[in-house]
């Protein structure tokens, strides 16, 4: 009987082995047990580089280099804290190649990193250096990652240099990155869902991401998948956009609003749309475009549309971080930030029409901490991009509020694919993962009530605390008596407010996002040296770049090959 139920055991185990071994599932990117700063709390994803490996916590972040910080950066940086998310110790790791990628510009080169946030953010750094090293997620390996080391790396702003705290995973966009150089064969460095995809140890070349709510009163794990998606992550529709060149998800936004879900509004309106365009004539309807870029902490938009935002709420502009702060003691903060008041941002959908994603203001109740601020500083995350000609973003303060993913197709060109945008769910969400594969058609969600989402998380205000009806009592003022119809419409405020924000009809055709040729670098497949990529300059010259190029492609390249609005 006990060899019957051995053979028994055995069979079971030998099944659901063979089956992993031939049914690749998503994987999971564990999430860090700690929250990080200085701007955040944001929560990050847990990985080990190097063999043995070594534990740090991650960002997940762009789309070809992770960014790592090395043991000499704290060495070199007098800073506390320092290095919070772990840093990376080469002399420790059996499998660390500094010396394969012969591609030599930009190491030892200083400067301002355009490609870790497209110019969201600034750095400087005086020592970066390309390397291959083993990754492991889970068990799983990613042999000769590529990867960038930095041991010097501070963010600009602008009332000084401060040390970054935590490095970048990245998720994409095709198997192999070549490096080329003249004088050298080319040498390939793996990227992480492709090259587990190419394995067969996860379904496709995709990820689905929702950077979740860090807050501890507000906390919603974060939940990063490779080649799957969390269906638990989105709400309502998702939106596709086509990517080229694996710069990342660009979209086209259309609008910013602000809304209240139910009860009073804060404010002496119920809901207000406009404020993307507002004081600033060449914003068009067709809006901007901007990148999803869960690498930047900020909302990086036009120094006009924050102000635009910031004009009805209780803050302060600050210089030195170019933020507004939370002006604490003013009743309307606490308002502001616990009622379902909300930010909505209107984009452009696949098929021309919209999708609206809204943000409750808790989402932007963040904090500044050492060592960008000396005492926790509440601040609201807007800022325009920093590197010069830096792209409009839309970091993790808004993705802490959306879904996003996307699925390298192997049948268009590599690195090509389609992108992913949702409404992703507030804390009252079941965490228990409900898990699909990201095959041929775009993820769907199982949520679709999104302020349910919130229940128990906001507080109504009384409804309404705006203009109040006149009571029998009161002397009627004449301007109530001429305008009746809209005072009494303010009184029934959610239903209406609400559908006002969704800004629907505007049906331009989705543009088509030629970013490529900055990204000459990192060649395609197969016939690296044949790329000669052009910029195009804004004088219509065109100028032929060799590779390997001798200078990182600055933002302002960048930029002019985003479509202009
Ligand atoms: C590297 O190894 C040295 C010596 O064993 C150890 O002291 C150090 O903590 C290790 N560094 C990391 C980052 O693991
Ligand atoms: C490669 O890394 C090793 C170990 O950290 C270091 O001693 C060496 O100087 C590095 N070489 C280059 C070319 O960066
Ligand atoms: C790492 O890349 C080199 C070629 O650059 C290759 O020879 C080696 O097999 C790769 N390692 C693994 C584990 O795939
Ligand atoms: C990626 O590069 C490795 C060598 O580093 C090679 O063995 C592998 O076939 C390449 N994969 C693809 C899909 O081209
Ligand atoms: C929540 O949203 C649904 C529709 O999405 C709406 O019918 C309902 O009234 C809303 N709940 C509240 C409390 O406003
Ligand atoms: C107005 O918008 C344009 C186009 O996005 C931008 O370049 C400019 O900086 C904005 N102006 C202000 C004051 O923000
Ligand atoms: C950005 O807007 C703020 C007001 O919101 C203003 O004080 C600041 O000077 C502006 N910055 C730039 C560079 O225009
Ligand atoms: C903050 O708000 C309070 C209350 O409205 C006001 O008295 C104070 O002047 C404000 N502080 C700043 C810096 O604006
Ligand atoms: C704003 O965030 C801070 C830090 O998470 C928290 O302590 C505070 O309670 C929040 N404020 C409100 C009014 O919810
Ligand atoms: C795009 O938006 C329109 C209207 O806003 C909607 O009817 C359509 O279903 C949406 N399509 C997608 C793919 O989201
Ligand atoms: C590098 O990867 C590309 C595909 O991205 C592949 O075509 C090429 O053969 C690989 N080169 C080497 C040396 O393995």
Same mark, same amino acid.
């Given at each position: 009987?006990?060899?019957?139920?051995?053979?028994?055991?055995?069979?079971?185990?030998?099944?659901?082995?063979?089956?992993?071994?031939?049914?690749?599932?998503?994987l999971?990117?564990?999430?860090?047990?700690?929250?990080?700063?200085?701007?955040?709390?944001?929560?990050?994803?847990?990985?080990?580089?190097?063999?043995?490996?070594?534990?740090?916590?991650?960002?997940?972040?762009?789309f070809y280099?992770s960014?790592?910080?090395?043991?000499?950066?704290?060495?070199?940086?007098?800073?506390?804290?320092?290095?919070?998310?772990?840093?990376?110790?080469?002399?420790?790791?059996?499998?660390?190649?500094?010396?394969?990628?012969?591609?030599?510009?930009?190491?030892?080169?200083?400067?301002?990193?355009?490609?870790?946030?497209?110019?969201?953010?600034?750095?400087?750094?005086?020592?970066?250096?390309?390397?291959?090293?083993?990754l492991?997620?889970?068990?799983?390996?990613v042999a000769n990652l590529s990867?960038?080391?930095?041991?010097?790396?501070?963010?600009?702003?602008?009332?000084?240099?401060?040390?970054?705290?935590?490095?970048?995973?990245a998720l994409g966009p095709t198997v192999n990155q070549s490096?080329?150089?003249?004088?050298?064969?080319?040498?390939n460095a793996s990227l992480i869902p492709g090259y587990l995809a190419a394995q067969n140890i996860i379904p496709s070349n995709s990820f689905?991401?929702?950077?979740?709510?860090?807050?501890?009163?507000?906390?919603?794990?974060?939940?990063?998948?490779l080649g799957?998606?969390?269906?638990?992550?989105?709400?309502?529709?998702?939106?596709?956009?086509?990517?080229?060149?694996g710069?990342?998800?660009?979209?086209?936004?259309?609008?910013?609003?602000?809304?209240?879900?139910?009860?009073?509004?804060?404010?002496?309106?119920?809901?207000?749309?406009?404020?993307?365009?507002?004081?600033?004539?060449?914003?068009?309807?067709?809006?901007?475009?901007?990148?999803?870029?869960?690498?930047?902490?900020?909302?990086?938009?036009?120094?006009?549309?924050?102000?635009?935002?910031?004009?009805?709420?209780?803050?302060?502009?600050?210089?030195?971080?170019?933020?507004?702060?939370?002006?604490?003691?003013?009743?309307?903060?606490?308002?502001?930030?616990?009622?379902?008041?909300?930010?909505?941002?209107?984009?452009?959908?696949?098929?021309?029409?919209? $999708?609206?994603?809204?943000?409750?203001?808790? &989402?932007?109740?963040? @904090?500044?901490? #050492?060592?960008?601020?000396? =005492?926790? *500083? +509440?601040?609201?995350?807007?800022?325009?991009?920093?590197?010069?000609?830096?792209?409009?973003?839309?970091?993790?303060?808004?993705?802490?509020?959306?879904?996003?993913?996307s699925n390298w197709k192997k049948?268009?060109?590599e690195g090509e694919g389609?992108?992913?945008?949702?409404?992703?769910?507030?804390?009252?969400?079941?965490?228990?993962?409900?898990?699909?594969?990201?095959?041929?058609?775009?993820?769907?969600?199982?949520?679709?009530?999104?302020?349910?989402?919130?229940?128990?998380?906001?507080?109504? $205000?009384?409804?309404?605390?705006?203009?109040? &009806?006149?009571?029998? @009592?009161?002397? #009627?003022?004449?301007?109530? =008596?001429? *305008? +009746?119809?809209?005072?009494?419409?303010?009184?029934?405020?959610?239903?209406?407010?609400?559908?006002?924000?969704?800004?629907?009809?505007?049906?331009?055709?989705?543009?088509?996002?030629?970013?490529?040729?900055?990204?000459?670098?990192r060649?395609r497949g197969?016939?690296?040296?044949?790329?000669?990529?052009?910029?195009?300059?804004?004088?219509?010259?065109?100028?032929?770049?060799?590779?390997?190029?001798?200078?990182?492609?600055?933002?302002?390249?960048?930029?002019?090959?985003?479509?202009?609005?």
């Open positions: 009987m006990a060899a019957f139920f051995l053979v028994l055991q055995l069979l079971l185990e030998y099944s659901s082995f063979s089956l992993a071994q031939s049914e690749p599932e998503p999971q990117v564990p999430t860090s047990s700690r929250v990080y700063g200085p701007d955040g709390p944001w929560q990050a994803v847990s990985v080990q580089l190097g063999d043995p490996g070594q534990y740090m916590d991650l960002y997940p972040g762009s280099e960014n790592i910080l090395t043991v000499q950066q704290c060495q070199n940086i007098n800073a506390n804290p320092c290095g919070s998310g772990g840093l990376f110790d080469p002399e420790n790791s059996s499998t660390f190649d500094n010396t394969s990628i012969t591609w030599t510009s930009p190491i030892g080169s200083s400067g301002t990193s355009a490609l870790w946030t497209n110019g969201a953010m600034s750095f400087s750094f005086s020592n970066l250096t390309p390397i291959r090293d083993q492991q997620i889970q068990g799983q390996i990867a960038e080391i930095y041991s010097d790396i501070t963010m600009v702003y602008p009332d000084g240099n401060y040390p970054l705290q935590v490095g970048e995973l490096f080329s150089d003249a004088d050298a064969p080319s040498i689905g991401l929702h950077v979740g709510i860090g807050a501890e009163e507000l906390k919603l794990e974060l939940s990063l998948w799957g998606y969390d269906a638990f992550r989105i709400v309502g529709p998702v939106s596709t956009q086509s990517i080229q060149d710069v990342g998800i660009i979209v086209n936004l259309l609008d910013i609003g602000i809304g209240v879900d139910h009860g009073g509004s804060p404010f002496s309106y119920s809901s207000q749309e406009g404020l993307l365009s507002s004081g600033n004539s060449s914003i068009s309807s067709a809006g901007i475009s901007v990148i999803m870029n869960p690498s930047s902490p900020y909302l990086n938009l036009p120094n006009s549309t924050c102000a635009a935002i910031a004009k009805d709420l209780p803050v302060t502009y600050n210089a030195g971080k170019a933020l507004y702060f939370w002006n604490t003691t003013n009743p309307q903060y606490a308002k502001i930030v616990t009622s379902p008041t909300f930010l909505s941002f209107t984009f452009r959908n696949s098929s021309g029409g919209s $999708l609206t994603i809204k943000a409750p203001f808790q &989402l932007f109740n963040l @904090t500044l901490q #050492a060592p960008l601020a000396s =005492t926790p *500083t +509440p601040y609201f995350p807007c800022q325009p991009p920093q590197a010069p000609g830096g792209t409009y973003s839309l970091g993790r303060a808004f993705l802490q509020a959306a879904f996003i993913g049948d268009q060109g389609e992108g992913y945008l949702a409404q992703a769910p507030g804390p009252n969400t079941d965490t228990t993962p409900q898990i699909k594969p990201i095959a041929n058609s775009p993820p769907v969600g199982l949520i679709s009530n999104w302020n349910d989402t919130w229940t128990g998380f906001w507080t109504a $205000l009384p409804n309404p605390i705006t203009p109040a &009806l006149p009571t029998s @009592t009161t002397p #009627a003022a004449p301007e109530i =008596t001429s *305008t +009746p119809t809209s005072t009494l419409e303010t009184d029934v405020l959610s239903g209406g407010a609400i559908a006002g924000i969704v800004i629907g009809g505007v049906c331009a055709a989705l543009i088509a996002i030629g970013i490529g040729s900055f990204l000459f670098r060649k197969g016939k690296p040296e044949a790329v000669q990529p052009t910029i195009e300059l804004e004088d219509a010259t065109k100028v032929s770049l060799h590779q390997p190029l001798r200078h990182w492609p600055s933002t302002e390249e960048l930029i002019r090959e985003l479509p202009a609005f």
